[in-house]
């Protein structure tokens, strides 16, 4: 997906999220914008999402290999608060906290979507 | 550039190593593990062991066919969505991409004081760490009447592969008029939500071919089932009059299986079949048992924190084979702890970090053309056992729109894909 579609789906989600829950969330967003991110913990963590998400595009289930990291974040505390409504994701996206977002949000952000 | 120049310097000093330490030495200096079982739990543990070990640690992957055929998917292939070759597996890659060497063969025992593995063909193989992942084996006597010899005229093909084929023929060989009988099994067994979208599928091709007189009966021996009012909605939607399910209460007991003749008969009646389809109860796979790692349920005992047998240190149980508290015996759950073990694996060896283990399932089931269900949940240790934790637990709505069980069912092809990735890419 290009960078610009990403752009455009951030977007769409903060409108969502003003909407529902504006400064609490928007500064939850930031905090694990900045938080620190443990690589190894990120990678053990990314085996529990990648038994749904492939690494190239197929049908059914986004690759999020290579996502913007801001999406990733954003689109986990929707699943969580409820915005965005997947069951499987938000029974995932409940049992995560701040830090452990931030650091799938970097690792996946950093991985490339194989062809 | 720098990894070149990294994986350069470690080869000239593995060459190095090698010339000046005799063979004796150089042979432990390595640590091994074995996995016996390349499925769910198996190959997952294993290429995560090889990939996240950088070729530190041996592993040898003992497996018994050549090739893996999913039980996950057999009933879509059962229902004309799926061809053979796409639910069947290659080692290759796993040996070519991480090293890890395949013996194809059958386990026949495990001497835990000398820490080796014997295969069918005589051979031992040494580990420093075992994992078992063997899945299920049947238990004949847990249906009268039923034993190992009618397998081929009353395919259970609860193990995927000739089984699976044989079903299928059946399956596709019936007129309209001809009657499938399936007899369910007894908790605890792999795949709860199975039997049911089994029936589905078959009720699917049968409705696609156009038969409107064929009828399918599951003679229960469990009062309730996985996802049961989902199924018995969708069946009543897409299949009405076609499908009878009987309740233990209702059909009394089964008294005997006859495979040759087609019947089964239970308190209630005798019910005839030109296919039937008996799945026995289930225990842990055979080489579990001679490993003396199952407890009086037949399964193995495992520590709830790491996957590691409480029987000994030394061995890990993943998968059907194992007691995983509130989790199914599903590829899924099989998969998850295949990533907790071979996370513990490493750092027994490699002192590597371990963290806090995390466990995962969904289980999703096909009722017809674009109308899947799913249900899952997250699991953490508590007390000792995998427990789901509450808020995480979910389950498809009966009054969902046709587009979210659309949505169900296009999320279960891209698990599929991920998740045979996650075994053998
Ligand atoms: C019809 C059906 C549908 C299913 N659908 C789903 C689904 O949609 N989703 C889901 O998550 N799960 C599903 N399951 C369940 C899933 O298939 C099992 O739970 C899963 O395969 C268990 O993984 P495992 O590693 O324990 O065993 P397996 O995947 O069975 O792997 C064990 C392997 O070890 C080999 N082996 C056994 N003993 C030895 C030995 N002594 N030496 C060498 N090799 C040996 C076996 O041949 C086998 O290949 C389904 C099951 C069935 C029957």
């Known amino acids: 997906m290009s960078t610009f579609k990403y752009v455009l789906l951030t977007c769409g989600f903060l409108l969502v999220t003003f909407v529902v829950n504006a400064d609490e969330l928007t500064d939850r967003i930031e905090e694990i914008m900045a938080a620190p991110v443990d690589q190894d913990y990120a990678a053990y963590l990314a085996e529990g999402c990648t038994s749904c998400h492939q690494a190239k595009q197929g049908t059914g289930t986004p690759v999020i290999a290579g996502m913007a990291k801001q999406h990733i974040v954003i689109s986990l505390l929707l699943y969580q608060n409820g915005t965005r409504v997947n069951a499987a994701m938000k029974s995932i996206a409940i049992g995560l906290g701040d830090e452990e977002i931030a650091s799938l949000a970097e690792y996946f952000s950093q991985l490339v979507e194989s062809q | ?425």
């Open chain 2, 1 to 425: 550039m720098n990894i070149n120049r990294r994986k350069f310097t470690q080869l000239v000093g593995a060459a190095t190593v090698a010339a000046a330490v005799p063979y004796s030495i150089r042979a432990q200096s390595k640590p091994s593990v074995v996995v016996v079982g390349g499925g769910a739990g198996g190959a997952t543990a294993a290429r995560l062991v090889a990939k996240n070990s950088d070729g530190a640690v041996d592993i040898t992957l003992i497996q018994d066919t050549p090739t893996y055929t999913s039980c996950f998917f057999s009933n879509l292939y059962l229902g004309g969505f799926r061809d053979f070759d796409s639910i069947t597996h290659s080692y290759d890659d796993l040996v070519s991409n991480y090293g890890i060497k395949l013996v194809t063969g059958l386990a026949t025992g495990v001497d835990r004081a000398a820490r080796t593995v014997t295969i069918a063909d005589g051979s031992t193989v040494g580990y420093d760490r075992l994992i078992i992942a063997p899945g299920i084996e049947f238990k004949f006597d847990s249906v009268p009447g039923y034993t190992e010899a009618d397998v081929e005229i009353a395919p259970h093909a609860w193990k995927a592969g000739s089984q699976t084929a044989i079903l299928k023929e059946k399956l596709d060989a019936l007129e309209d008029g001809q009657n499938i009988i399936m007899v369910a099994p007894p908790n605890p067994y792999r795949c709860p939500p199975g039997p049911y979208e089994r029936v589905s599928m078959m009720a699917h091709l049968l409705k696609s071919k156009g038969f409107t007189k064929s009828t399918i009966t599951i003679l229960d021996v469990k009062p309730k089932f996985s996802k049961q009012g989902l199924f018995q909605a969708g069946w009543e939607k897409h299949y009405p009059g076609m499908i009878e399910w009987i309740a233990p209460e209702v059909h009394g007991g089964i008294i005997k299986v006859d495979a040759k003749a087609g019947t089964v008969e239970t308190d209630l009646d005798t019910f005839e079949g030109a296919l039937l389809n008996i799945i026995p109860g289930q225990t842990a796979g055979d080489i579990a048992h001679a490993a003396g790692l199952t407890d009086d349920s037949g399964f193995c005992p495992v520590d709830a924190t790491t996957m590691r047998s409480k029987v000994d240190e030394n061995i890990f149980v993943v998968g059907d084979a194992c007691i995983a508290g509130d989790m199914p015996k599903s590829g899924f759950s099989a998969n998850s702890q295949g990533k907790v073990a071979a996370m513990n694996v490493r750092a027994d060896l490699l002192k590597s970090k371990v963290f806090p283990a995390k466990f995962s399932n969904t289980c999703w089931s096909l009722i017809a053309t674009g109308d899947g269900v799913k249900v899952g949940a997250q699991y953490v240790p508590i007390d000792g056992k995998i427990t789901a934790i509450a808020e995480s637990k979910f389950l498809s709505k009966s009054d969902e729109s046709e587009q979210d069980r659309l949505a169900t069912a296009m999320e279960a092809d891209g698990w599929y894909e991920a998740m045979t990735s996650s075994m053998f890419q």
